[in-house]
């Protein structure tokens, strides 16, 4: 009977150790995974799959079929892991509200899209309501559609662009209802300087008008992969670069094209990179979150 309870003892204390080890194995895995991401020592980039437009008519920028490799976009969103904080640029064409937890493709007007951003996010390590900072490139429904969500990060946004979303009747191409909630978020209104928005350098806002009043770009500076300049809509195709050609539904043409004359004189200027978010080859050859630049 002794034996038998020294037996029992020995294997309840046995048992409790490997419960012990696993939960430290647990504990430690989630450190290992949290840590880093929580407390990043550099910049990391993540790239976000939003989907892709279709069907599109190259006459609406100007171009020709034959002038193109594809009319066909992707739709990108990105977030920005800082050591001081986060930032979410752009966010996506089809709200996650109207997407399937399954992943079947959905279609809207001339967007499909299967992922939802939360989800992307999520496999990031993140939640909208972690994020800090939300800015949109610009106020077309196709950067705007998760808008919402991030209402309660502190929304960096050029006085123009701001004013022509909220005016008592805003432009055709917006989706009001997607980023209505902004209204009351905390707001750092810019008015067309440089914002670096951690203050080191490494992350900046640059004010690029023309394609809405106020379009902005991003600048990442990574450590490993270099400048990267996340441009949004002041171009939508490669083909467009050198040329005049801007799209008919462009809010100031002239605007624009000194928009990108600035901003080519920075590219010579930085070396950084330039992503159109837009252009499908270049979105098809990025790695996409969890993976990311640094
Ligand atoms: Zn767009």
Redesign the pocket.
Same mark, same amino acid.
């Given at each position: 009977m002794i034996q038998h309870g020294r037996e029992r003892t020995a294997r309840c204390a046995g048992d409790m150790l490997v419960a012990m080890s696993r939960l430290t194995r647990k504990l430690l895995f989630s450190l290992l995974l949290i840590a880093p991401i929580a407390t990043p020592q550099s910049v990391r980039l993540y790239v976000f799959d939003n989907g892709v437009i279709k069907g599109l008519d190259p006459a609406v920028f100007q171009l020709k079929n034959e002038e193109i490799a594809t009319a066909d976009?992707a739709?990108a969103s990105y977030l920005i892991v800082h050591p001081k904080g986060t930032l979410i640029w752009d966010t996506g064409a089809i709200p996650d509200s109207d997407l399937k937890a399954d992943g079947t493709p959905v279609t809207q007007r001339l967007y499909t899209a299967s992922k939802t951003l939360k989800s992307q996010l999520a496999a990031a390590g993140f939640k909208a309501g972690d994020i800090t900072y939300l800015g949109l490139?610009?106020y077309?429904g #196709?950067?705007t559609a998760n808008a919402n969500d991030f209402a309660g990060a502190t929304w960096l946004v050029q006085q123009p662009e701001r004013d022509a979303m909220f005016a008592e009747k805003p432009p055709n191409i917006t989706q009001l209802a997607q980023y209505a909630a902004l209204k009351n978020s905390k707001t750092k209104i810019l008015k067309g300087e440089d914002y670096d928005v951690f203050g080191d350098g490494t992350v900046v806002i640059k004010a690029t008008y023309g394609h809405t009043p106020g379009h902005q770009v991003l600048f990442v500076k990574l450590a490993k992969t270099g400048p990267i300049l996340l441009a949004? #809509?002041l171009y939508?195709y490669q083909e467009e670069r050198g040329t005049e050609k801007v799209p008919t539904f462009e809010f100031n043409k002239e605007q624009s094209l000194a928009s990108r004359a600035v901003v080519e004189a920075f590219l010579k200027q930085t070396g950084a990179q330039l992503w159109i978010?837009?252009d499908l080859a270049n979105f098809n050859k990025l790695k996409k979150s969890p993976a990311f630049y640094e």
């Amino acid at each position: 009977m002794i034996q038998h309870g020294r037996e029992r003892t020995a294997r309840c204390a046995g048992d409790m150790l490997v419960a012990m080890s696993r939960l430290t194995r647990k504990l430690l895995f989630s450190l290992l995974l949290i840590a880093p991401i929580a407390t990043p020592q550099s910049v990391r980039l993540y790239v976000f799959d939003n989907g892709v437009i279709k069907g599109l008519d190259p006459a609406v920028f100007q171009l020709k079929n034959e002038e193109i490799a594809t009319a066909d976009m992707a739709v990108a969103s990105y977030l920005i892991v800082h050591p001081k904080g986060t930032l979410i640029w752009d966010t996506g064409a089809i709200p996650d509200s109207d997407l399937k937890a399954d992943g079947t493709p959905v279609t809207q007007r001339l967007y499909t899209a299967s992922k939802t951003l939360k989800s992307q996010l999520a496999a990031a390590g993140f939640k909208a309501g972690d994020i800090t900072y939300l800015g949109l490139s610009h106020y077309h429904g #196709d950067h705007t559609a998760n808008a919402n969500d991030f209402a309660g990060a502190t929304w960096l946004v050029q006085q123009p662009e701001r004013d022509a979303m909220f005016a008592e009747k805003p432009p055709n191409i917006t989706q009001l209802a997607q980023y209505a909630a902004l209204k009351n978020s905390k707001t750092k209104i810019l008015k067309g300087e440089d914002y670096d928005v951690f203050g080191d350098g490494t992350v900046v806002i640059k004010a690029t008008y023309g394609h809405t009043p106020g379009h902005q770009v991003l600048f990442v500076k990574l450590a490993k992969t270099g400048p990267i300049l996340l441009a949004g #809509d002041l171009y939508h195709y490669q083909e467009e670069r050198g040329t005049e050609k801007v799209p008919t539904f462009e809010f100031n043409k002239e605007q624009s094209l000194a928009s990108r004359a600035v901003v080519e004189a920075f590219l010579k200027q930085t070396g950084a990179q330039l992503w159109i978010e837009h252009d499908l080859a270049n979105f098809n050859k990025l790695k996409k979150s969890p993976a990311f630049y640094e």
